[in-house]
């Protein structure tokens, strides 16, 4: 069985007709870290191509990778993230203030829920948890914090024989929904798992801020959708249900949570109009839009590889700043590579003593980089949490060293 297809349709309005938009080459699966042995060994390599729909304007791969090889074994420890667990504990206290509080015997279920870090915040308020994680070594962990897993992938099947004992209060799914290639099948199981008054709750990377800050390097092969309201409202919609709210958060370089009920039972936010408007304003239903994108990506990747040439040539020190699988997505779309970069350092102690897929730069633990000194650059590579690293570098900074940013635009620190 091949692991590998091409989808002809769109995931959310089923039509066949698309415009490319940005091309990122072939390349191996973001988080397909290497072992020392594997190194001289062929890496597996596919297609990483957005497309938008042109019926319905949903950003999407059609190059899609079977979920069983890219999920199996995950390396993204939300515990292992500073800013998310924060991010976590006041997402919990708000939802739980606004749905459950109120509510007798809640039951909360989350889909992808990693290690259980953020079930874990909802139990502490006595509340009875579900977590659903393909990743074994990720369900192993959630286990161990005393959180119910389901070691599978969500679909309509499962939510069925959840639903047959209990239906749900609040689904939670963050950073999952851009993952989902049978969205349709997805969206039924929400539907017959919530209560009649139950709220599903979802994080995702919001497509307007990717377009706008040229966010290029969260498209990989495990994100398959890049939602932007419009598309998103319509297909859900169809599906009987409908957004009530959208908060925007400063997560992953622009996120968006967005709360969904079945329809008629709750107020709709203004926020769900304004989103739209900026969409509209900002030109994201005309194909002219997505084509100066994409001809910006270009500009950058240039822009950034030669200024490491240039530090290279000058006998700088440049290495990476966190090992995400964005990071990875750049270093192979922008050709930086261990001739290019001496090392990653990353905190996440799984990555640690691996290599980078398809550019094979060595990650470290923190602890081990060398003394600072002013001849050293550090590639942040998880731009992202660009504030909270600078605040904790301060000693790097005060040493001579410096952060090379690479998005929106290459720009030294």
């Known amino acids: ?17 698309f415009n490319l938009v940005l091309d990122l080459g072939k390349q191996p699966p973001s988080n397909a870290f290497l072992s020392k042995n594997q190194l001289k060994k062929p890496e597996k390599r596919f297609p990483l191509r957005l ?5 319905c304007r949903h950003l999407q791969i059609r190059d899609v990778v079977d979920k069983k090889y890219l999920f199996s ?15 976590f504990q006041k997402y919990a206290d708000s939802v739980y203030r606004k749905f459950l509080k109120s509510k007798k015997d809640p039951f909360v279920v989350e889909i992808g829920s990693n290690d259980g870090t953020l079930l874990t915040k909802f139990s502490k308020y006595g509340i009875n948890v579900m977590g659903i994680e393909p990743a074994k070594n990720l369900a192993r962990i959630s286990r161990k914090a005393k959180i119910k897993t389901k070691n599978t992938f969500f679909s309509f099947s499962l939510a069925k024989k959840i639903s047959n004992k209990q239906k749900a209060d609040l689904v939670i799914a963050n950073n ?32 307007l801020e990717m377009i706008k800050n ?76 997505f084509m100066q994108f994409s001809k910006r990506i270009v500009n ?15 006998n700088n020190l440049i290495f990476g700043y966190g090992a995400p699988a964005k990071g990875n997505v750049l270093l192979n779309y922008c050709d930086i590579d261990n001739k290019l970069l001496d090392f990653i350092i990353d905190t996440t102690i799984l990555k640690q003593g691996k290599f980078t897929p398809g550019t094979k730069i060595p990650i ?10 002013s001849k050293m650059i550090a590639l942040m590579l998880a731009w992202n949490y660009k504030s909270s690293i600078i605040k ?15 998005i929106p635009k290459a720009e030294l620190i």
């Not at 497309?51 to 019926?55: E, L, P, S």
């Not at 074994?73 to 991010?87: E, V």
């Not at 904790?392 to 690479?406: C, H, Q, V, Y």
Request: glycine residues 4%; contains cysteine.
């Open 300 to 314: 950058l990747k240039l822009s950034l590889k030669k200024k490491i040439e240039k530090f290279k040539q000058e």
């Open 214 to 289: 040229l966010e290029f390097d969260t498209i990989y092969h495990e994100h398959v959708s890049y939602f932007l309201i419009q598309p998103l409202s319509k297909w859900l919609n169809k599906n009987e249900l409908e957004i009530f709210n959208i908060e925007r958060q400063k997560v992953h370089g622009g996120t968006i949570r967005v709360f969904v009920s079945k329809k008629n039972i709750f107020k709709i936010s203004k926020s769900v109009k304004n989103l739209k408007k900026q969409e509209k304003d900002y030109g994201l239903n005309k194909l002219q839009t």
């Open 176 to 207: 999952v929904l851009g993952h989902i290639d049978d969205l349709n099948n997805f969206i039924k199981g929400i539907s017959i798992l919530l209560n009649d008054d139950g709220v599903f709750v979802f994080e995702v990377p919001y497509g």
């Open 392 to 406: 904790n570098e301060k000693n790097f900074l005060k040493n001579g060293g410096r952060f090379l940013i690479p």
């Open 1 to 17: 069985m091949s692991i590998y297809k091409f989808r002809k349709q769109c995931r959310l309005c089923s039509y066949d007709q």
């Open 364 to 373: 470290i633990s923190p602890n081990k980089k060398p003394k600072i000194h």
């Open 51 to 55: 497309y938008v729909c042109k019926k």
């Open 73 to 87: 074994h995950y390396l993204y420890l939300t515990s292992a993230n500073k800013p998310i667990i924060d991010h």
